[in-house]
């Protein structure tokens, strides 16, 4: 196990590159599910008030 | 046949098959990701001459390859928005542009982790380097133009245009490797004679590749259901959608 986190030598590197790409790949991710779950939000209130005029 | 390819063209079919698609497609993302990284971190043996820093190849090839992919289907679908005047196209389109964004600063970010070891330097000039920095410019174009642009379909049709023109810089990122004298290595699996790389590491590699052609599709149909449902905002069907959640 400790062989395998050393990576050779190379931690740092490997570690970081991995690291980053679980990073920038969940924020592209849960950016769209932000984002729907807001525009629901958003839509459901202008319907209901909507609903309220009429 | 082409009466389903029609309705798959209106929003609101597009909307209940891609969100019916996406737990399936997420399944298969997070089963190939599994796979592939226990391959590729675990099971695949070091690089002889590399040692172990040659596994950032299992982020960096897949990312830039993606990079690329995206781009072309970003443009693909901006071209038919811009004949056909195709909705759907439009939003599969611009819904490209920030996951492309995405795997371009990762390629980008990757290549200079493994630079550094290798090379000595995070960064340098070179053609491949400096022609994947300006797609990721590219990307970042076509999403602020876009957004600077009031009216959707008239930003759907300005960001369509910068993506097809920027389609040029493709083959040059490709072929980068040969028409220059560059730092980066030529290509090893995208050659046409056998790719010269063990079998053992090219296999984790595929599998790594196909994880991010499913989590791209995955990201894909999220973003293009919420455009979709913005844009549609005024629709009955919306509204249905709206009252259920």
């Known amino acids: 196990m400790q062989e395998f986190l050393h990576m050779g030598g190379y931690a740092f590197y490997v570690w970081s590159s991995y690291a980053l790409a679980l990073v920038i790949l969940l924020a592209t991710l849960i950016s769209p599910i932000l984002r729907r779950r807001q525009l629901l939000r958003r839509l459901a209130d202008k319907i209901s008030l909507s609903g309220n005029q009429s | 046949m082409w009466t389903f390819f029609h309705k798959l063209g209106s929003p609101r079919y597009f909307y209940t098959y891609a969100g019916r698609l996406l737990p399936w497609l997420a399944v ?56 056909w005047k195709m909705k759907l196209a439009e939003v599969v389109a611009i819904s490209c542009a920030p996951i492309g964004a995405s795997f371009t600063a990762l390629a980008l970010v990757t290549g200079m982790l493994w630079g550094k070891p290798m090379w000595g330097a995070y960064w340098v000039w070179d053609a491949r380097l400096t022609s994947e920095l300006i797609l990721l410019f590219l990307y970042l174009g076509v999403i602020s133009l876009y957004s600077a642009i009031e009216d959707t379909r008239t930003a759907s049709r300005a960001a369509a245009i910068l993506a097809l023109v920027g389609v040029v810089n493709i083959p040059i990122i490709h072929y980068s490797v040969v028409w220059w004298n560059t730092l980066h290595q030529g290509a090893t699996i995208t050659k046409l004679d056998q790719p010269s790389m063990d079998t053992r590491m090219l296999i984790p590699l595929l599998i790594m590749a196909v994880a991010f052609k499913a989590y791209f599709g995955m990201v894909l149909l999220m973003r293009a259901r919420c455009e979709v449902l913005e844009r549609e905002r005024n629709s009955n069907w919306v509204r249905e959608v709206v009252q259920l959640s």
């Not at chain 2, 099971?43 to 993606?66: L, N, T």
């Open chain 2, 28 to 83: 298969l993302t997070l089963i190939l990701f599994g796979v592939g990284l226990y391959w590729g971190l675990v099971v695949a043996p070091a690089d002889y001459q590399q040692g172990e820093s040659y596994r950032i190849i299992f982020i960096h090839v897949p990312a830039a390859w993606m990079s690329m992919f995206v781009y072309m289907v970003m443009a693909g679908a901006g071209a038919i928005a811009l004949i």
